[in-house]
């Protein structure tokens, strides 16, 4: 069993239809009820860990096999001294649940239809109603149970997954369980990590039950934390060997995105950084950053060799006018990071759409960071659709555009054309805040003007895993409930 967290290693994340499979495959060389019982064992084991003074542990189960897991924790909590009461919400309709129903009488469990006494602060509630098993809004009396354990003082440990939360898109289903924490069995599910995946699992643990899945192709990865950085400095290098970024936009009103972006880049160590300012009375220095060579005019002013040499970041705060921009950079830029306006400008304009399309066939790669809504914009689809099911539109995403992806948000996902996509492992709320997407954009630009990979794509593929994963660990490592986007950038630059 381990605790997930920022630094977990890749890991693979299987939906419902898959982990049925594995969970199919997993049952046929095991004596009856084995599953299971590990399944119980690995919950008791945790609820112990967490809360070992707990005066009473209530398990409120449903009638599928996530309530005999339930049920079967319970049998082996009262066996390890804790007074433990069993919530039946149902009679058992899982043969191997029915099992655990049948052994837990034996063992004088006490199993009430409802609760027969208060939980205090120190207590544990174990969630084991639905599991994976959700498929619609939660009614009834299965409803009214998830609203009071979400009522509850104590901890809540979830077995699999919160109840009433989408295992494949993070999504609540009604009314859906909050955890404390989460341990999932046999799989991880990429619910539990995306959209209101996080904000409903809590802690989450994991535990394979000694079923080895490394044979099985995934539906996404989770992690981030092993991508590698850009390549150790030589004594003998000097800034011209660290690429030089150009950044474009800061359109009137919004020179402070491009500044941002700038900032950042300098931060992940590119040789130098040029900021093009959209706005033709912006100021000719950056004062905070001097390092920063504001250079008006320099997409127009540039030769197709010097974009092609150049990793170039446009759209942060670019306005209106960042589409003039656009078709220069679109055909001549060899590495190209798409952002806000730029996006934006994108979506409304096919002949752009097209260009940006056309960019892989010449071996020129791109990375696009849109939020939700620009991700929606780009779809033509609403942005509830997008956060439905944030998997789907990444790669969809992707292979409509033919560039690596970062859908931003909570669980920003990375995807790429003929890639299985990526859930980052790190980040938190603290990031809701201005500017943090231009860091990102600015140090994704930054550090992939330092690679050296002869390949585009997987160049752009690493550098936006890393990238986005190093944004989201500075924002854990601060500590911080609100992080500003200039402190994140000093943050991000304690390597």
Known sequence: MRRLNRHCPDLPLFDVAHTRRIEAAALAPLPAHALMQRAGAAVARLALALAPHARLIRIVTGTGNNGGDGIDAAIRLQHAGKAVEVILLGEPQADDARDALARAHDAGVPVHAAATSALGAQDLAIDALLGIGASRAAEGSLREAIAALNALPCPVLAIDLPSGLAADTGQPLGEAVRAT??????????????????????????????????HEQPEAWLGGAATVAAPARRHAQHKGSFGDVAVVGGAPGMGGAALLAGRAALAAGAGRVFVEMLDAQALALDQARPELMLRPGWSRHADPATLARSTVVCGCGGGEAVRTALPALLSNAARLVLDADALNAIAADESLRRQLRTRASRAQATVITPHPLEAARLLACANTAIQADRLAAARRLADELACVVVLKGSGSIVAAPGRVPCINASGDASLATAGTGDVLAGWLGGHWAQRDEADALERAWHVARHATWWHGAAAEAAARPVLRAADLIEQMALR
């Not at 799989?187 to 989450?204: E, I, S």
């Open 181 to 214: 924490h989460t341990l999932s069995l046999l799989t991880l599910k990429p619910g539990l990590f995306t959209a209101a995946g996080r904000d409903h699992a809590g802690t989450v643990w994991f535990d394979d039950l000694g079923i080895d899945t490394a």
